[in-house]
């Protein structure tokens, strides 16, 4: 029976999509990855390497396949499942970075979002790349420069863009170059704009802001990667108006905190959450304004959310 590796370039319904040396096939699952104990850790994902095996009988859409092994994955974004049908969704698999993307306003900047989406892609692990995008409705780019000063002071590369002026795309264009890449953010933030900017001829569709929340609506349904000439692929992400942490404890979140790496060591306790022990270096940081006092308070907004390390199941 003739086997071939793939890609997992998109999933709908119950048909996985493979990118292959037979080109893209259409796939179906082996039975047991329906048969395991957690069957949601082992069904393959947008960027899982699989082994399929060929169908002899190759229907009119194309080659067709049916998945029969899932390859290792390096890294994983995942989330809360908001459904709560389970307790994570994994975004995609086998990333090299996370693309941010934050609007600076419609809706505005959310920086307590950010450093959810931040903490996820270091855990997963890959890089993340913050990029805060509608930089023509702008009114202040100092403001700007301002708010991202501290992550840029933590090495995270940050662009500034606009899908409608075509400020940023360039260089964000030289960052994709060779990589896989996810583009994650809120609803409305403009990914699918940006991208179709970055890449012309994806074309994926545009959605609005609402006017009565403020917020961004969905557009995007689902995640697909696509691969573009410089090499590497690319893809958009659903957007999101919140992001759970999964795969990080209380005893770990912190470890995820560039700005406290300095400070860490300091701490009186080994087991230091920085949030009520006594002699913490990170709070005593926070106190001389070493460490930035919104990035400390989104931590311990972040702690009161997350498990103790004996109730962590970690997705992979």
């Given at each position: 029976?003739?086997?071939?590796?793939?890609?997992?370039?998109?999933?709908?319904?119950?048909?996985?999509?493979?990118?292959?040396?037979?080109?893209?096939?259409?796939?179906?699952?082996?039975?047991?990855?329906?048969?395991?104990?957690?069957?949601?850790?082992?069904?393959?994902?947008?960027?899982?390497?699989?082994?399929?095996r060929?169908?002899?009988?190759?229907?009119?859409?194309?080659?067709q396949?049916?998945?029969?092994?899932?390859?290792?994955?390096?890294?994983?974004?995942?989330?809360?499942?908001?459904?709560?049908?389970?307790?994570?969704?994994?975004?995609?698999?086998?990333?090299?970075?996370a693309?941010l993307?934050?609007?600076?306003?419609?809706?505005?900047?959310?920086?307590?979002?950010?450093?959810?989406?931040?903490?996820?892609?270091?855990?997963?692990?890959m890089?993340?790349?913050?990029?805060?995008?509608?930089m023509?409705?702008?009114?202040?780019?100092?403001?700007?420069d301002?708010?991202?000063?501290?992550?840029?002071?933590?090495?995270?590369?940050?662009?500034?863009?606009?899908?409608?002026?075509?400020?940023?795309?360039?260089?964000?264009?030289?960052?994709?170059?060779?990589?896989?890449?996810?583009?994650a953010?809120?609803?409305?933030?403009?990914?699918?704009?940006?991208?179709?900017?970055?890449?012309?001829?994806?074309?994926?569709?545009?959605?609005?802001?609402?006017?009565?929340?403020?917020?961004?609506?969905?557009?995007?349904?689902?995640?697909?990667?696509?691969?573009?000439?410089?090499?590497?692929?690319?893809?958009?992400?659903?957007?999101?108006?919140?992001?759970?942490?999964?795969g990080?404890?209380?005893?770990?979140l912190?470890?995820?905190f560039?700005?406290?790496?300095?400070?860490?060591?300091?701490?009186?306790?080994?087991?230091?959450t920085?949030?009520?022990?006594p002699?913490?270096?990170?709070?005593?940081?926070?106190?001389?304004?070493?460490?930035?006092?919104?990035?400390?308070e989104?931590?311990?907004?972040?702690?009161?959310t997350?498990?103790?390390?004996?109730?962590?199941?970690?997705p992979?």
């Amino acid at each position: 029976m003739e086997t071939t590796q793939g890609l997992v370039i998109r999933i709908k319904g119950a048909a996985f999509f493979v990118e292959s040396g037979f080109g893209e096939i259409r796939c179906s699952l082996r039975g047991k990855f329906r048969l395991g104990d957690a069957p949601e850790e082992v069904l393959p994902v947008v960027g899982d390497n699989v082994l399929v095996r060929i169908e002899q009988g190759r229907g009119a859409g194309g080659t067709q396949g049916v998945i029969v092994e899932l390859g290792i994955r390096r890294s994983i974004l995942a989330r809360t499942d908001p459904s709560q049908r389970k307790g994570y969704r994994i975004l995609g698999a086998n990333m090299d970075q996370a693309i941010l993307v934050f609007a600076v306003k419609e809706p505005e900047l959310n920086l307590r979002l950010l450093d959810r989406m931040l903490v996820s892609a270091a855990c997963g692990p890959m890089d993340a790349v913050i990029c805060v995008n509608k930089m023509d409705l702008a009114d202040s780019r100092a403001r700007i420069d301002e708010s991202l000063a501290p992550y840029r002071t933590m090495g995270y590369r940050c662009v500034c863009s606009s899908a409608l002026t075509g400020e940023g795309v360039e260089g964000l264009a030289g960052m994709l170059a060779g990589k896989l890449s996810i583009f994650a953010g809120p609803s409305g933030s403009g990914k699918s704009s940006l991208i179709s900017r970055v890449q012309p001829g994806l074309e994926l569709v545009v959605g609005n802001v609402s006017a009565r929340t403020g917020k961004g609506m969905h557009t995007t349904s689902h995640f697909e990667i696509h691969r573009i000439p410089r090499g590497g692929y690319l893809g958009d992400t659903p957007g999101v108006r919140e992001f759970g942490i999964w795969g990080v404890s209380k005893e770990k979140l912190a470890g995820y905190f560039r700005d406290f790496a300095l400070f860490r060591a300091g701490c009186r306790f080994a087991t230091c959450t920085h949030s009520h022990e006594p002699d913490c270096a990170v709070k005593d940081a926070v106190e001389r304004g070493d460490v930035s006092r919104d990035r400390y308070e989104s931590y311990l907004r972040i702690l009161e959310t997350v498990s103790d390390e004996r109730n962590m199941k970690r997705p992979w």
